[in-house]
């Protein structure tokens, strides 16, 4: 039987091109002892592999070339040699970019569906990128009540849960950025922000200082750049950053500017950190409880936005990291 | 009686020039109810101080034009209309730039000489500056046993208290940043530093990957600009930035650029966390408990850098901004 996979063929200089891509058809072979296949259903897309695509040191390796890319997948097990997993078993692996999986039962995590809740949120609003807003709202930013939160990239997978997350736990004001005027009208309409702008529509430490007039305590940083610098100019005394990410920069072919006003940092006591979502594992328990029950309870919402087939992966990568998803970009395969 | 104070005339653009302000004698009235004069013997100039002379909203309101600017000094009460100080009490205070202070008695605070310490050292080594170093690095970064550290700056008031107190707290390796040879000759020879700098030598980015070769765990950052951009790039995982000040940038005309490699505070999970030693009252007991002890051990050795009279305050402050001094910058009156 033959399947087929998406290789990495060279190394991205600035925006990657389908040229730097191959869907590539192998044979596929059976499952060795302990092992399973798996019929993957969903692949993730998601910014931080722009910077595996590097060949550079960083905090994950980086994908190799000429070998399938790895990434968020969901699918359905069609062969097993585990006693761990059976046939139809829906599972959660690390074994994107690919229509089947396979590997050892334990690289596979078997998901309890939630009612009314589709297994490609495991990728998105019940997966990596809604826990990389609860704990980075919650444990590096230290979000506290009656917090005034701006969170950039606001309608991407990530953002969109962090300002509902953010009013859900006391934040007193949510604001966002977004990349369009759809977008920024989900966020006030749907999402129930009380503010969000358009960033193209102007220098991003205009807009912001218009939307947090009284400046914020709290900023969830997907994005870097000048919304960073934006941020640290209209941060309170005391303010907290969460840095989750730098999509700015991530097809920069030179060194991106840092902000212009690190001296604040010192004048307004702020506090920049830094944080993977890898490295705190011990709060997924806490995350899907919470997140499940909001979730149920119809407080928290989420899009996702898909494209289908394996040879349409790369156009969903590039649509994402052009800003052309709403909510978590899905390749339904 | 006539006396002398230093007042703002202008306010620098730039680099500030002995125009910006002016020696001015006054007459010297009697103090009130309540109230002590005092003989002022020694005056500090600070870094801080450069900011106060812009009309800029900032963590300290500006000074205002033609009248004294105020700053740490020690000094000797010669009139007292309170019973809470008497002639002869040695008294700290925040009535510098003038020969003589006067106000209510609360505001002075009397000092009790340490055997073999000049009372001088009240305003850095057993002072403020000591104190900055004290906080930020035990508390704001966190210092723990066996880290590596970077302080720069490293031969002024704060750095070197940082260095020591490095050393005293268990920290495995000691690096610093300085702007002669003859101040790295100090960090290296008297003070102890494993490494140091001449941060002219060269690109500060690769000065510091040579003394650092394993990477540093805590940065504590009294320049800014080039030196914490080198520090991120340096910092091991989990690094932590205590950001003091950023003398390099005080004088600039225009907005300082940032460092280019933020993007590696989040693959680092990094920490950057400004502070003000004014919000860390609470520890001036400890403060004081373990410096004097310090010092007193002979474990913990300060620099003071004198000028003589009023009339060379202002060229002691503009030394000092030059980094002429070795220590802390004080001014004899």
Aim: with cysteine; proline share 6%; aromatic share 8%.
């Amino acid at each position: 039987m033959r399947t087929r996979e998406v290789h990495l063929k060279a190394r991205p200089k600035g925006w990657p091109t389908p040229d730097d891509f191959a869907v590539v058809e192998t044979e596929l072979t059976s499952p060795g002892d302990g092992e399973v296949l798996v019929r993957n259903r969903f692949m993730s897309v998601d910014p931080y592999m722009r910077g595996r695509m590097n060949d550079a040191k960083s905090y994950v390796p980086p994908f190799r070339l000429d070998e399938a890319m790895t990434g968020g997948a969901v699918g359905e097990v069609v062969e097993s040699r585990s006693p761990d997993l059976q046939e139809g078993d829906v599972v959660l692996h690390d074994f994107g970019w690919r229509e089947h999986a396979k590997g050892p039962a334990k690289r596979f995590r078997k998901l309890t569906p939630v009612e009314g809740v589709p297994v490609s949120a495991y990728l998105g609003a019940l997966g990596m990128p809604a826990m990389t807003a609860y704990v980075g709202l919650l444990d590096i930013a230290g979000l506290k009540e009656d917090d005034t939160v701006f969170v950039s990239g606001a309608a991407g997978a990530v953002g969109s849960m962090v300002g509902q997350i953010a009013r859900l736990r006391g934040a007193a004001r949510v604001i966002g950025s977004a990349g369009s005027p759809e977008k920024v009208e989900y966020l006030t309409g749907r999402l129930g922000f009380d503010a969000a702008f358009n960033y193209k529509d102007g220098p991003v430490r205009e807009l912001l200082a218009q939307a947090a007039p009284d400046g914020i305590d709290v900023y969830f940083d997907n994005v870097g750049g000048d919304h960073l610098e934006a941020a640290i100019d209209v941060f309170k005394r005391g303010g907290r950053a969460a840095l989750c990410g730098s999509i700015s920069g991530y097809n920069a072919t030179e060194p991106p500017p840092g902000p212009r006003n690190m001296s604040s940092i010192v004048g307004k006591r702020l506090t920049l950190k830094g944080f993977l979502v890898s490295d705190h594992a011990d709060r997924y328990a806490d995350f899907v409880r919470d997140t499940a029950g909001w979730i149920r309870d119809g407080k928290l919402t989420f899009e996702e936005t898909f494209f289908d087939g394996v040879d349409n992966a790369v156009e969903a990568f590039l649509a994402m990291l052009r800003g052309e998803n709403l909510g978590k970009m899905i390749v339904r395969l």
